[in-house]
């Protein structure tokens, strides 16, 4: 397939792809409209692009279940506008703009990342894209003097990292890509180090941004490394400390340049949940009067303030609880196709460590608000789609080249055990540290 028209043709739309994203994710701090629109212009103009080659050459078009709950949410969106079913029309039109635009971005990178070595090499190339701005985030959060790339004053300066005004945002930024550098100290033995270096200062980027709920994410995502050993691949007990001794070094030596101490006053906090507990209680009442229907996509903070319980002295743009927030606008129909979409996730994960990333963005969302950031939800729908790609490879028997094997020593012949047995005690893990800063208690007046 390699030098065919139809390799050069996916080879220039992953590179189109990838600067749309770049473009996204560096153009984030852009608080007016045209940092988006030029992107959700791009995404749509690739997708014509698209359908006028496949017209005069034909392409396989390959296909996920994913596209089906993605494809709900902008049906679902078109339907409450057809129906009157939401508070304002025109955040509703723009949401379902962004619904659309995440359904075309995950559908063309299904197309383009189905060739394994295009896939292969566009993770390393948003691993790199990933590593360097977090260098560089680091070093502008304590030279620039809150301002985004030393040019450009940041809304909120004390949390500026890189593109990212917000430390939540960057973290989950990091723990999307994080997964690929953790799954290349165990895939690529002979580069093991310098992985194991990306990891660490990827990860003590997160630890100086002091976002808490991001940094208990990467610290889980260092699990990853235990998974080929837990669902069987034949991997030395030796190997699988190594690994985690070379990420906890590096970890260690970056955070300690970076610093820790912000992250741990942090964690002092008496009451973490301050205001978020009561925009989540208003969310919860506004799901009471529309379980069904919602308020309408995007609506959410149109509907709020009737809703509130107190006036935090600032504007409500979002409810810090990704969920909640898809609930309220969208009804439980919304509700079931996201959890679709994580679930799905969730179970590719566990066969594809490498897109751990996608399971961690949607449980920080149980506290904050990553995914309501176009660039962050492009993001991780593209990495969906590399997920998706590899199972399609997988199912359709192309050998193990979908997902180089764990090397130990000179057996590389994977050994898989039910998968039963692996993700009861993950989920368990998971839900033991995520639950209670989620759990969410009214105090009486």
């Known amino acids: 397939m390699e030098g065919t028209p139809q390799w050069r043709f996916a080879v220039w739309s992953a590179v189109a792809l990838a600067v749309l994203l770049c473009f996204s994710i560096l153009t984030d701090a852009v608080r007016e409209r045209w940092a988006v629109s030029v992107f959700q212009a791009g995404v749509f103009g690739l997708a014509i692009v698209w359908a006028v080659w496949t017209m005069f050459r034909p392409y396989r078009v390959r296909g996920s279940t994913v596209m089906i709950p993605l494809g709900g949410a902008v049906v679902w969106g078109l339907l409450q506008l057809i129906t009157d079913q939401t508070v304002y029309r025109f955040d509703t039109w723009n949401a379902v703009l962004g619904w659309a635009t995440n359904f075309v971005i995950f559908f063309l990178s299904l197309q383009v990342l189905a060739f394994i070595e295009i896939r292969q090499a566009f993770r390393k190339s948003l691993l790199s894209f990933g590593c360097a701005l977090s260098v560089v985030s680091v070093i502008q959060f304590f030279t620039s003097n809150g301002k985004v790339f030393w040019l450009f004053p940041a809304q909120y300066a004390e949390q500026a990292l890189g593109p990212f005004v917000n430390r ?6 990091v723990a999307l890509l994080l997964p690929l550098a953790l799954y290349k100290i165990l895939a690529e033995r002979k580069r093991a180090v310098g992985y194991a270096a990306v990891a660490g200062a990827m990860f003590a980027s997160v630890i100086a941004g002091a976002s808490r709920a991001g940094s ?14 837990i669902i069987g691949h034949t991997i030395s007990l030796r190997t699988l400390l190594a690994s985690l001794a070379r990420i906890a070094f590096f970890a260690v030596v970056f955070t300690a340049v970076v610093g820790w101490e912000v992250l741990w006053e942090r964690f002092q906090d008496p009451d973490p949940l301050r205001f978020r507990r009561e925009v989540f209680y208003s969310s919860l009442c506004m799901i009471r009067d529309r379980p069904w229907t919602g308020c309408g996509l995007g609506a959410w903070p149109t509907a709020y ?5 107190l006036d935090i002295g600032a504007f409500a743009n979002h409810a810090h609880c990704d969920w909640v927030e898809w609930t309220a606008e969208g009804g439980f129909p919304l509700l079931a196709m996201l959890l679709w979409i994580f679930i799905w996730g969730f179970r590719s994960a566990i066969r594809f460590v490498w897109g751990a990333g996608v399971v961690a963005v949607f449980l920080h969302s149980m506290v904050d608000f990553p995914l309501q950031k ?30 180089k ?41």
């Open 168 to 173: 939540d945002h960057y973290a989950s930024f």
């Open 374 to 403: 176009p660039a962050l939800a492009a993001l991780m729908f593209v990495l969906l789609a590399a997920l998706a790609a590899s199972a399609n490879d997988q199912r359709a028997g192309e050998g193990p080249a979908h997902q």
């Open 405 to 445: 094997p764990i090397q130990a020593g000179p057996s590389r012949c994977p050994k898989r055990v039910p998968r039963k047995a692996f993700v009861l005690p993950v989920c368990i893990r998971l839900l033991g540290v995520i639950l209670p800063s989620a759990v969410v208690r009214i105090r009486p007046d």
């Open 216 to 229: 208990i994410l990467v610290t889980l995502e260092i699990a990853v490394l235990l998974f080929p050993l």
């Open 305 to 309: 303030p009737a809703y509130a319980l």
